[in-house]
C-alpha cells in the first residue's frame, strides 16, 4: 500500500457535514416518511462528536437508499469552495466472513490475480474503514455498512474500536505501517439491519435505531408513478395488494419490486401473463396471496394499462 503523509490528517477540512433536513431530502428525490427527520436530525447534528445511525426494517423498505440520498443531500447542500470538496459516499455489505483486512487494509484480489505486483505492498489497498478515516479530513464522507447485523461479533468489536477515535494502521509487510485517526466528527455511519442477530449492547448504546417503515401510500405511490409512468389505476390497488402482504409479516414487496411488476405489466399480452408476473415478483410465499386474489388483481392491472393488441 502507498504511504500518505501523515501531517495531511491535521489540516482540517473545509467541508464539513451540513445540517440536512426533509426538505433536502425530499429536493434529491427521497421520498420521507414520518420518523425520518429524527434520524436527520440525529445523523447531521453539528454539536455531536459521532454520529452513527442504524437502520432497521424489512429488506426492500429503503434503508441503502436513504444512506445514498443523504450523500446526495450533502453534495447539494454545499456552497463556495465546500461544493468542490463534495461528500465521500463509502459502502461496504458486510458478511459473516467479513475480516480485518477488508476493514483495514482488503488484499487487491485483481493484482494478486494476474500477478502484477511490483512490490508487496501492492497486494494491498485500503479497507473501508482506512477510506473513511482518510477522506474525513477533506470532506463529509457517509459510511454505509450494509447488513451489520450478518458480520461476526468479532467484527463488531473492531468497529467499535474505531469508532473512538477512527484509529486504523495499513498492513504495511515491513512492519512499520501509517497510523492514522479520522475526523469522526465529518463522518456519518449509517448501519442497516435485517435482524439476522442481535447487535451487541456495546453497539446499541452508540447509535440512534430507527426502524423504517414502509413508506405511507401517497409517497409510494408518487414515487412508483416517477418510476414507471403508471396510471394510478393500476399503481393504487397494487399498492393496496403489497399493504396486504406486509401484514402478513411473511414477505416484504418492495418498491422496486413493484416497480419492475408495473413495467412488465403494461406490456403484457393478457390477465394470464400478469398472474404470472404477480407470482414471480410480488408474492415470495405461497401464503402471501391466494389464486383468486391473484385473478383479481391481474385484471385490474390490464384493464388499468387499456387493451393490448392480439
Same mark, same amino acid.
Given at each position: 500500500?502507498?504511504?500518505i503523509?501523515i501531517?495531511?490528517q ?13 426538505h ?5 428525490g427521497y421520498?420521507?416518511?414520518p420518523?425520518? @427527520?429524527?434520524w ?13 445511525v442504524?437502520f432497521?426494517g ?32 463509502l ?9 480485518n ?6 488484499p ?35 459510511l ?11 467484527t ?19 512492519g512499520?505501517?501509517?497510523?492514522? !485517526?479520522?475526523?469522526?466528527?465529518n463522518?456519518v ?11 451487541h ?8 435505531? !430507527? ?26 390497488p ?5 399493504? #396486504?402482504?406486509?401484514?402478513? #409479516?411473511q414477505s ?5 419490486? #413493484? ?6 405489466a @403494461?406490456? @403484457?399480452?393478457?390477465?394470464f401473463?400478469?398472474?404470472?408476473l ?12 391466494n ?9 385490474i ?10
Amino acid at each position: 500500500m502507498a504511504s500518505i503523509d501523515i501531517n495531511s490528517q491535521y489540516a482540517k477540512a473545509a467541508a464539513r457535514v451540513p445540517v440536512i433536513t426533509e426538505h433536502d431530502m425530499n429536493a434529491v428525490g427521497y421520498y420521507t416518511r414520518p420518523g425520518d @427527520a429524527a434520524w436527520l436530525l440525529h445523523a447531521t447534528n453539528p454539536a455531536l462528536q459521532r454520529r452513527v445511525v442504524c437502520f432497521t426494517g424489512s429488506p426492500g423498505v429503503g434503508k441503502s437508499d436513504g444512506a445514498k440520498k443523504l450523500s446526495n443531500a450533502i453534495v447539494a447542500k454545499q456552497t463556495g469552495p465546500d461544493k468542490q470538496a463534495g461528500c465521500a459516499y463509502l459502502e461496504l455489505n458486510v458478511h459473516s466472513w467479513t475480516s480485518n483486512d477488508e476493514l483495514f487494509a482488503a488484499p487487491h484480489i485483481g493484482r494478486i490475480t494476474v500477478g502484477n505486483l511490483k512490490d508487496p505492498k501492492d497486494a494491498y489497498r485500503p479497507g473501508i474503514l482506512w477510506q473513511a478515516s482518510l477522506q474525513s479530513w477533506y470532506r463529509p464522507v457517509v459510511l454505509l455498512l450494509g447488513e451489520f447485523d450478518k458480520c461476526q461479533a468479532r467484527t463488531e468489536y473492531l468497529f467499535l474500536s474505531w469508532l473512538q477515535d477512527g484509529r486504523v494502521q495499513d498492513s504495511d509487510p515491513d512492519g512499520d505501517g501509517n497510523v492514522l !485517526y479520522g475526523d469522526m466528527s465529518n463522518i456519518v455511519v449509517i448501519l442497516t439491519s435485517n435482524g439476522t442477530r442481535e447487535l451487541h449492547e456495546a453497539t446499541l448504546r452508540r447509535v440512534m435505531r !430507527y426502524h423504517m417503515n414502509a413508506l405511507p401510500k401517497d409517497s409510494e405511490s408518487r414515487l412508483l408513478r416517477q418510476l414507471t409512468g403508471a396510471p394510478v389505476g393500476a399503481i393504487s390497488p397494487l399498492i393496496d395488494a403489497a399493504t #396486504m402482504i406486509r401484514k402478513k #409479516m411473511q414477505s416484504f414487496p418492495s418498491a422496486q419490486e #413493484m416497480a419492475e411488476l408495473l413495467k412488465s405489466a @403494461a406490456i @403484457a399480452p393478457d390477465e394470464f401473463t400478469i398472474g404470472y408476473l404477480i407470482k414471480g415478483l410480488l408474492c415470495k410465499t405461497p401464503d402471501d396471496m391466494n389464486s383468486q386474489e391473484i385473478v383479481d388483481l391481474s385484471k385490474i392491472l390490464f384493464d388499468a394499462f387499456g387493451v393490448k393488441g392480439a
